[in-house]
Structure formats: structure tokens, C-alpha cells
């Protein structure tokens, strides 16, 4: 049986270790991290790390709020999204 995505990325440990490390990343980037000044980031970190998790065949499942609800009062713009973009590579 072929691996899923979740096992080729090495699994829950080194997902979450990259969620970790992207939130770093964005909290640091000054054209987007005041998007997340009112965020509760242990919640983030977790939502985003159910959302790869089950993206990638993972043993999860994502409880969050759909990404338009959970964007929608951000106004976010495509500069944003290209920077959130750019920290993701």
C-alpha cells in the first residue's frame, strides 16, 4: 500500500513542527502579521495543522470554520495573500 502525503511528510511530529515554524514565519512578516493580532494562536496552530492533516490523508479532521467565514472580516487583499503565499515557499 503507498504511503499517504501525511506519511511521506513525516507524519504528526514534523507536520506540526512546520506549522510551528510557518506561524513563526508570518508572525514575523510585518506586511501580514497585524492579521493575527487578535488571534488565538494555539488555536490557529491547531486548526491549521487538522486542515494539512486531513488535506494530506491524515488520521484528522479539520473542525475549523470554512476559509471564506473565517476570513471574511480580515480584508484581506491579493498583497496579503501573496505575502502569506511567498512565506509559505
Known sequence: MAETLFEQIGG???LHAAVD???NIVLA???INFTFADTDLDKF???LYEQICELTQGP???TGRDMY???RKLNID???FNALAEDLY
Open 12 to 14: 504528526e511530529s514534523r
Open 21 to 23: 515554524e510557518f506561524t
Open 29 to 31: 512578516d510585518e506586511r
Open 45 to 47: 496552530k491547531k486548526l
Open 60 to 62: 484528522c479532521k479539520y
Open 69 to 71: 467565514e473565517a476570513h
Open 78 to 80: 491579493n498583497g496579503h
